[in-house]
């Protein structure tokens, strides 16, 4: 088990000031034998894997960019975040846990309960069976 109290996850885009660089792919990567999000190959297996309280940030850092007042897929902050990650899995280049969080989003949207079997491939996000619940509405798991 691992449990995190408070943590404080941040992913900001900056307009970079170098030019772009040409990447230069290994011959696995362009016959999509290399693993995209672990190239290491590393494997993590937990029991449970439990956020108390946390944050998560990803917005534009452009000083022209305004967010919506409203909900903005571009400024998006949730707080009072709450995980609970059961039989996690990071392996090969997938992501797989049984999951149940609650948050609140900077626009006021407040996700009660999100729950669901959960797998994260290089191609997909999937969330199968599926319960979610914010302050005013229900898409349960049938």
Not at 6 to 29: A, D, R, T, V, W
Not at 91 to 99: C, E, F, H, S
Request: hydrophobic share 40%; proline share 4%.
């Amino acid at each position: 088990m691992l449990e995190m109290d408070k943590p404080f996850f941040s992913m900001m885009n900056f307009k970079g000031l170098q030019p772009q660089k040409k990447i230069i792919h290994s011959k696995q990567e362009k016959k999509g034998k290399s693993l995209y999000f672990n190239s290491a190959g590393i494997r993590i297996s937990l029991d449970s894997l439990q956020l108390i309280n946390g944050d998560f940030v990803m917005m534009q850092h452009d000083s022209s960019y305004k967010p919506f007042p409203g909900f903005d897929a571009e400024d998006l902050q949730f707080h009072h975040l709450n995980l609970s990650a059961g039989k996690f899995l990071f392996n090969q280049d997938t992501i797989t846990a049984k999951l149940a969080l609650s948050t609140v989003e900077r626009s006021g949207l407040d996700i009660k309960n999100l729950s669901a079997d959960f797998r994260l491939t290089p191609k997909i996000m999937e969330f199968n069976h599926l319960d979610l619940r914010t302050a005013n509405s229900h898409l349960p798991h049938d």
